[in-house]
Every structure is written in C-alpha cells, then in structure tokens.
C-alpha cells in the first residue's frame, strides 16, 4: 500500500530530530509530519520512544526502516500534511532512492563522518564513499543536492562545495 504525502523537505542529518529540525525547520516548512528513515531507530524501541518524545504532540512522527520506506512511501508534492523526511545518511538517503523513494531535491544538513576527506561547511564532512554516492546520485537522477543547516542560511550546490573533489557539469 503506497502512502502519498506532501512532502516538503528530505533531509540528511546525522542526529536526525534535534533543535535544529524542530525549531527552525518544522515552523519554515510548516509541517505537520516527520518521517524519520533509519533502520537502527525502526529496530529499537527504545530509541524510537525517546524520538517521539522529543516532537510536540501536535506533529505526527512515523519511523521506518529504510526499505520499508521506499516500498511504502511516493515522494509528492501534493496536498496534505507537509513532511520532513529525515536520514541519518546519505548511504541512506541514495539507498531509499535506488529502491523506488524518487525525489528531486536533498537537503544535506548535518554529516560527519570520522574518515572525511572533505569539509564543504561547518557541519557537512563527507568522506570518499559518500562522496562517490553523490556523484552517483547526481549523475543518474538530476536530482538537486543542497548543504543548507537551516532554512535561512545559505544554501550551497554540492557541485560548487566539491568542485575541486569531482567534476560534475
């Protein structure tokens, strides 16, 4: 059974929901669902509870693994509730895309990685293997790939913040 919703922003942020996210990303968007995509949380309740404590009653908060996601979930950009779409990674993020979650933009907001080889802002380092699946991504689907912490800072073209690491047009 395919889940349509108006899905507003999907986000790589590795502490997935936190200040930022609630504070300054729900109002922006105005949304009224988060969809965390993490096969950990899914597979821990405990994880899972200390999440939905952390969201204001008046958020709907669903959390999946990632391959039920991508089965279950159709990006749209219809109406109904807004959505934020969280991953705790890019490898996750591309993962749900190759199983059939399409969307054409991916905000990338807060990754770090102890192997990065490259640091494209104050809280986005990736490292070589995440870097090869951006390209990837980039190459193949056109979607759009932004670093952006929160909704009035700017936001950066992955191609210009690694631009001496590839060479995508």
Not at 8 to 26: P, Y
Not at 35 to 45: E, G
Not at 155 to 165: G, T
Request: hydrophobic residues 45%; glycine residues 4%; proline residues 2%.
């Amino acid at each position: 059974m395919s889940k349509d919703l108006n899905i507003a922003l999907v986000r790589v942020d590795s502490r997935l929901v936190h200040g930022q996210i609630l504070e300054a990303w729900v109002p922006f968007i105005k949304a009224k669902c988060i969809i965390v995509v993490n096969d950990k949380v899914a597979s821990d309740s405990f994880m899972e509870t200390v999440i939905r404590m952390a969201v204001p009653s008046d958020l709907e908060v669903i959390i999946s693994s990632v391959d039920d996601f991508a089965q279950n979930y159709t990006f749209s950009h219809g109406s109904g509730k807004k959505t934020i779409v969280l991953f705790s990674s890019i490898d996750d993020a591309c993962k749900a895309f190759k199983l059939g979650f399409r969307f054409d933009r991916l905000n990338v907001g807060n990754v770090y990685n102890n192997e990065y080889k490259v640091c494209c802002s104050s809280s986005v380092f990736l490292c070589d293997e995440e870097i090869t699946n951006l390209e990837n991504l980039l190459k193949e689907t056109g979607v759009f790939v932004e670093l952006q912490r929160v909704p009035k800072g700017r936001a950066i073209n992955i191609k210009e913040a690694l631009k001496d690491y590839w060479h995508i047009k």
